[in-house]
């Protein structure tokens, strides 16, 4: 159970489009998703928290206008990345907790992100 | 500040002895910690958490951690490490930020386990 998943797992794009990346529970409802992204060799940034039917709370440092993040059901959540840039390449886990009182998060897969 | 720290970049260890990877914290109030495990180009799979009760935690694949109050460690243990063990380990405290429950992560151990 408690299982994330993510779509894509890989995207390459050029310059200047826009890239949307799904975060979905498939076991399980999720009130709460978070985005992170992953540097290599670094550890994991928190980006923002997603709650279902309201709006995201970004991190400090986080451009809203440019990660746009919805989460319209309880099963899914998407990351939009908009008008990608090359230091936007990098790695985009999502997790999600199965409710507001559950302590542990269960991640994504992971998304690769490269930008030309 | 409220933080993790994971003082080893990386632990080297020989296929069938024990292993351990370190994890202190910083927080205020009774800490949940979690340690998570990431393989190459993967997402974090869960290992265990401490909450209350047993300073001792099991959890997946032989692993267990030993939580200490005193010295606020939260030290990732196995007692005969296998070469598929090697992979990324991070340390994570639950922090209540802004009436939000949010992770704090450790910067990761590479773990390496020699055959």
């Known amino acids: 159970g408690a299982v994330v998943s993510q779509h894509p797992s890989r995207v390459i794009c050029k310059s200047g489009t826009s890239v949307k990346i799904e975060c979905r529970s498939l076991d399980f409802q999720a009130t709460t998703m978070f985005w992170y992204r992953q540097f290599p060799k670094q550890s994991l940034m928190l980006m923002a928290t997603?709650?279902?039917?309201?709006?995201?709370?970004?991190e400090q440092g986080v451009e809203k206008d440019k990660f746009l993040i919805n989460h319209a059901s309880l099963t899914l959540s998407t990351l939009t990345v908009t008008s990608a840039h090359p230091e936007d390449s990098s790695f985009y886990i999502c997790?999600?907790?199965?409710?507001?009182?559950?302590?542990?998060?269960?991640f994504g897969p992971g998304t690769r992100l490269l930008v030309l | 500040a409220q933080s993790v720290a994971q003082p080893e970049d990386q632990v080297n260890v020989a296929e069938g002895n024990p292993l351990t990877v370190k994890c202190t914290y910083s927080?205020?109030?009774?800490?949940?910690l979690f340690w998570y495990v990431q393989y190459p180009n993967r997402g974090l799979q869960f290992l265990l958490k401490y909450i209350t009760g047993d300073n001792l935690v099991k959890g997946s694949y032989g692993f267990e951690a030993e939580f200490n109050k005193s010295q606020t460690s939260f030290h990732l243990k196995k007692p005969s490490a296998l070469v598929s063990d090697s992979a990324l380990y991070f340390c994570?405290?639950?922090?209540?930020?802004?009436?939000?429950?949010?992770?704090?992560f450790g910067t990761g151990t590479r773990l390496k386990v020699l055959a």
């Open positions: 997603s709650n279902e039917g309201s709006k995201a709370t970004y």
């Open positions: 997790s999600a907790r199965p409710g507001s009182f559950q302590e542990t998060q269960y």
């Open positions: 927080v205020s109030g009774n800490p949940y």
């Open positions: 994570a405290v639950r922090v209540l930020t802004s009436g939000t429950y949010k992770y704090i």
